[in-house]
C-alpha cells in the first residue's frame, strides 16, 4: 500500500469530525432529556413510609382520638402536601388500633360520638352509617364493610402512621 492511500483524505477527515462531533452534541442532549423522562420512575416512593403522626404512645387511651397529620406526595414531578386523619385508640387487648375516617358507603368522614344517640359508636353524617369501635360496620346501615385500618409502629414512644388497608388485610 502506497503512503498516499493511507492517508485521510480532507473530505474524509471532515465527515469524521463532523459525525464525531455531532454524536457527541446528540448525547450531551439526548441524556438529560433520557434522565429526564425516566427519573420519576426510578425515584423511591413516599408511598408507603410510615409517618410520625405527632401522637405519643402514651397518650393514646381507650377512648378513640382523631388524629390528622400531613404527608408528602410526589405524582411524577408533582410534589404536593396531603392531609390525613386516623382514629386511634387502643383495644382491650391494649393493642393500638388506628382506623381511617373514610366511610366505606360512599366516602363521608366519620366522627367517633359523632351522635348523640350512638355514643359508643363511630358515625357517619350523610346517611346515618354506623360502624362499632373496632370499626365494624353495623349491619342495616349503609356501610357493607369496615373501617379501614392504618398500619402502624412505634418509635421512640410516637406512632408512626401508613397506608389504610382494608380490615383483614395484612
Ligand atoms: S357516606 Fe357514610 S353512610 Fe353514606
Redesign the pocket.
Known amino acids: 500500500m502506497s503512503e498516499e492511500k493511507q492517508q485521510v483524505s480532507r473530505r474524509q477527515f471532515l465527515n469524521y469530525t463532523l459525525t464525531g462531533v455531532g454524536g457527541f452534541m446528540a448525547a450531551g442532549m439526548l441524556v438529560p432529556m433520557l434522565r429526564m423522562a425516566v427519573d420519576p420512575v426510578l425515584q423511591e416512593s413516599s408511598a408507603g413510609e410510615l409517618a410520625n403522626v405527632g401522637l405519643a404512645v402514651e397518650e393514646i387511651t381507650n377512648e378513640p382520638q382523631r388524629v390528622d397529620w400531613k404527608i408528602k406526595q410526589v405524582d411524577g414531578w408533582y410534589e404536593s402536601e396531603v392531609g390525613k386523619s386516623a382514629w386511634v385508640y387502643k383495644n382491650d387487648n391494649g393493642d393500638i388500633v388506628a382506623l381511617s375516617p373514610i366511610?366505606?358507603?360512599?366516602?363521608?368522614v366519620?366522627s367517633w360520638e359523632g351522635s348523640e344517640q350512638y355514643p359508643d359508636k363511630f358515625y357517619?353524617?350523610?346517611?346515618?352509617?354506623l360502624y362499632y369501635k373496632s370499626g365494624v360496620n353495623v349491619p342495616n346501615?349503609?356501610?357493607l364493610a369496615p373501617l379501614d385500618v392504618y398500619e402502624h409502629k412505634v418509635k421512640n414512644g410516637m406512632l408512626f402512621l401508613g397506608d389504610a388497608h382494608p380490615q383483614g388485610e395484612a
Open positions: 366511610c366505606k358507603h360512599l366516602g363521608c366519620v357517619c353524617p350523610c346517611h346515618g352509617g346501615t349503609p356501610p
